[in-house]
């Protein structure tokens, strides 16, 4: 039986050009190689999951590389690159200053710095988390970090940047990597859907997108749960249950109840949602959203806004042309406030419920004074 590899680790990029929603970065890195003007120090901030460590280690490949190809990518198969490959070049050193934080690990790490690589040119040193080094560890290496040898290359990877001291940000070139895109996600997860003979409704693979918050490695985990949980044939149904996500079905229907005043009809569904596990304040949350989705798309021009499929974004785009603007304002208003009181509440059901019954009376006005003209 052959080992299970995960498909963070199994599909994490080995170029450049497989590097997914970091172009700039990518750009800047492949520039500055095919220039031959490389930096002794990077700072890589950013999101967990993003690909920090990933393009540290292209990039620590790419410039050892022996015979890179027209487009600077490394080629793979020199000596160098079969080193990185397979985990055995010494032109790559890893340090995770989560656990390794202290002087006496910058000191080993300053002594290793004055060995020159024996293949290849360079030698690179990834430092992890690097947020994490005590203070007296960040002023051990300040001076190798301002003057290494010119066979050193610093590549310092953090999620938080604002913990660095000034005066190592002062050193180094700054890279700041985005959020991976909903869209990038998916079109990533398709692929590997593709690969790994798995087929994937476009709507779960949004929602697993969601679920991931901009990190690509965090889509790809819920990706294998969602694969094994469904057998290999992830749909939207499986994949709202596994990860426990409210279906927006409910959401369509609440607005479409709360447009036509069928109050009774609100409190029926929010007791269904009720019954299936899930609390007010994450329905409250999820109907501000959906309202929010409305709004965007009245507009053509902000449809762009819309993080979801091709078939709900029309969904929304229907819905939105027969809800008024108004309508969907004071909603928003309306879901604020029932928010601000519901953990205060000493019956928070009733809280939700005379939101909703708010809801489904924002039209009834506007339906009387249009009944008083037509009369």
């Not at 990933?54 to 080629?75: G, H, M, Q, V, Y």
């Not at 499986?238 to 069928?262: C, M, P």
């Not at 109907?287 to 499929?309: G, I």
């Not at 489904?360 to 009369?375: A, C, P, R, W």
């Amino acid at each position: 039986m052959d080992n299970y590899i995960v498909s963070a680790r199994k599909y994490r990029p080995h170029s450049f050009a497989t590097v997914v929603g970091q172009t700039s970065v990518t750009k800047t890195l492949k520039n500055a190689v095919q220039n031959n003007r490389l930096a002794h120090a990077y700072l890589f901030c950013g999101p967990r999951g993003v690909g920090k460590t990933s393009i540290a280690r292209i990039f620590a490949k790419t410039i050892n590389c022996l015979s890179p190809n027209e487009d600077r990518e490394a080629c793979g198969e020199c000596e160098s690159c079969k080193a990185f490959n397979e985990n055995r070049s010494y032109n790559i050193h890893e340090l995770d200053a989560a656990s390794k934080n202290k002087v006496e690990d910058i000191h080993n790490l300053i002594d290793q710095v004055r060995i020159a690589p024996q293949i290849g040119k360079y030698s690179v040193y990834i430092i992890d988390e690097v947020h994490m080094l005590s203070s007296s560890a960040f002023n051990a290496f300040l001076k190798t970090l301002e003057e290494p040898p010119s066979h050193a290359i610093f590549v310092l990877a953090t999620t938080e940047k604002h913990k660095i001291l000034p005066t190592i940000i002062s050193r180094c070139q700054v890279f700041d990597f985005n959020r991976i895109t909903v869209e990038e996600a998916v079109d990533h997860l398709k692929f590997v859907a593709e690969k790994e003979n798995i087929t994937a409704e476009d709507e779960a693979l949004h929602i697993i997108a969601q679920k991931a918050d901009g990190g690509m490695r965090d889509a790809l985990s819920i990706f294998d749960q969602i694969a094994s949980f469904s057998g290999g044939q992830i749909t939207y149904q499986q994949t709202i249950q596994n990860l426990n996500v409210l279906d927006y079905d409910y959401f369509f229907k609440i607005v479409d109840h709360g447009l036509a005043n069928e109050i009774s009809e609100l409190f029926l569904i929010y007791d269904e949602i009720l019954s299936k596990g899930f609390d007010g304040q994450h329905f409250i949350t999820g109907l501000a959203k959906h309202m929010r989705n409305l709004l965007v798309s009245k507009n053509p021009n902000s449809l762009k806004l819309l993080d979801v499929s091709g078939d709900v974004k029309k969904k929304y785009m229907e819905q939105a042309e027969k809800s008024p603007v108004n309508f969907l304002f004071n909603g928003l208003k309306l879901m604020a406030e029932a928010e601000s009181r519901y953990r205060a509440s000493k019956d928070q059901r009733l809280t939700v419920e005379l939101m909703l019954y708010e809801l489904g009376v924002l039209t009834i006005e506007k339906k009387k004074v249009v009944q008083k003209q037509t009369n």
